[in-house]
């Protein structure tokens, strides 16, 4: 679940949070990287729901969250391959990133899906219920990119999101023990997929905030008439939300590159059935 670190990722956890931070803000200042939205309306999303249903042809609980994590890893995934194809990395820079950064992607057989997975109900007997701070864990989809490749038919979508109900259904009370263990052994564990990411080149983070009640919340100058994700440079994080009820159906929030994103743009199976917002 977590990557190998080095000296560089052990320093930057050594420094300071103030240093630290100064560190990050640096890095994702440089980087070409810009967020873009899409929408996916309620109509949609009960179709390829109702489409993965039939094709499993089982009893089992498919979500509105399946679909989307098997849609996005489908359509991202391509992209990123679509890109590497077109823009390889050639001369010294085909040396230097394997060799200062750790990176395999030339080998790697998985693409890595990595989904926020709420705790509060997964741990018998706690008192999480009303917790009001980030109570989740991470859970992790490993898909074939062999498999990614294919034209994006219904039977693809089924099989990805299935694997997505699989994990979701796999984070139990002892997954949760073993995975903050893990992240408490070593110092920089949090921080190696920000210092290495090209290590794993070929993975997307997501969380999912559609089921959360946004629309009625008030601060006190109304309730809002559209919710985004706060503004970032941190690449490969994707990010679920409701639209307005007015609207129906979910915004689906992407930060990468911005030739990244043409490409999801240019995606026929997302284009067809996530509208570009901007």
């Known amino acids: 679940m977590y990557i190998p670190g080095g000296y560089l990722s052990r320093l930057v956890a050594w420094v300071s949070p103030g240093i630290r931070g100064k560190i ?9 990287i810009s967020i873009s939205c899409f929408h996916v309306s309620r109509e949609t999303l009960d179709q ?14 498919i979500s509105d969250n399946d679909v989307l994590m098997a849609a996005i890893t489908i359509a991202y995934a391509q992209s990123i391959l679509k890109h590497k194809s077109e823009h390889p990395d050639v001369g010294l820079a085909s040396w230097l990133k394997p060799t200062l950064l750790g990176s395999s992607s030339k080998n790697l057989k998985n693409f890595v899906a990595v989904e926020a997975a709420d705790i509060r109900h997964r741990i018998p007997n706690s008192n999480l219920e009303t917790y009001s701070g980030n109570s989740a864990i991470s ?11 294919m034209p994006a038919s219904p039977e693809v979508l089924t099989q990805v999101a299935l694997g ?22 070593e110092s920089d564990v949090v921080l190696r997929p920000l210092i290495y990411k090209a290590r794993v080149a070929e993975r997307l983070m997501a969380t999912n905030f559609s089921r959360f009640t946004l629309y009625k919340t008030d601060f006190g100058w109304g309730v809002p008439q559209f919710v985004a994700p706060a503004n970032t440079k941190i690449p490969k994080i994707a990010t679920f ?4 009820p007015s609207k129906g159906g979910v915004y689906v929030h992407l ?24």
């Open 139 to 149: 859970m992790m989809m490993l898909n074939p990119i062999e498999l990614l490749q």
């Open 241 to 244: 939300f409701p639209a307005h």
């Open 24 to 32: 990050l803000e640096y890095i994702q200042a440089s980087a070409d």
């Open 164 to 185: 997505v109900r699989k994990s979701t259904e796999g984070v139990t009370s002892e997954y949760i023990a073993q995975s903050i263990n893990g992240g408490d052994a």
């Open 255 to 278: 930060v990468d590159s911005v030739s990244i994103l043409q490409q999801m743009r240019t995606n026929s199976f997302w284009a067809e059935r996530f509208e570009f917002v901007y």
């Open 48 to 61: 390829l729901r109702q489409s993965v249903k039939t094709i499993s042809a089982t009893d089992q609980r």
